[in-house]
Nanobody, 129 residues
Framework: QVQLVESGGGLVQTGGSLRLSCAAS????????MGWFRQAPGKGREFVAS????????YYAASVKGRFTISRDNAKNTVYLQMNSLKPEDTAAYYC??????????????????????WGQGTQVTVSS
């Protein structure tokens, strides 16, 4: 049974930083692409970033590229999202997700919600202006 547990959200001022963590269990972590998504009130869930199983391949939404960094520690079964230069429009619930089927060692990215089969409960990030 796959479990994903996010932490690290909170309230921060514009220009500030936060680091989100997502601890995974249930499957061999390094075999799976991990992703971060977010959902603002009244809006759909949108892709933020993904990272391949080995950590060697990352991909970002245009809105966060250059400000956010996704990384993973396979020894700790944890994926991170470092968020810098935060803006009010980054306010949302942030979710980590694990791809449905193992990509193994392939350097792939996943930006489609349908590619992910497991989701965390979400952690709230609020950026004040």
């Amino acid at each position: 049974q796959v479990q994903l547990v996010e932490s690290g959200g909170g309230l921060v001022q514009t220009g500030g930083s936060l680091r989100l963590s997502c601890a995974a269990s249930g499957r061999t972590f390094s075999n799976y692409v991990m992703g971060w998504f977010r959902q603002a009130p009244g809006k759909g869930r949108e892709f933020v970033a993904s990272i391949s199983g080995s950590g060697g391949n990352t991909y970002y939404a245009a809105s966060v590229k250059g400000r956010f960094t996704i990384s993973r520690d396979n020894a700790k079964n944890t994926v991170y999202l470092q968020m810098n230069s935060l803006k009010p429009e980054d306010t949302a619930a942030y979710y980590c997700a694990q791809e449905r089927l193992a990509s193994g060692t392939f350097a792939v990215y996943r930006s489609s919600i349908s590619a992910y089969g497991y989701w965390g409960q979400g952690t709230q990030v609020t950026v004040s202006s």
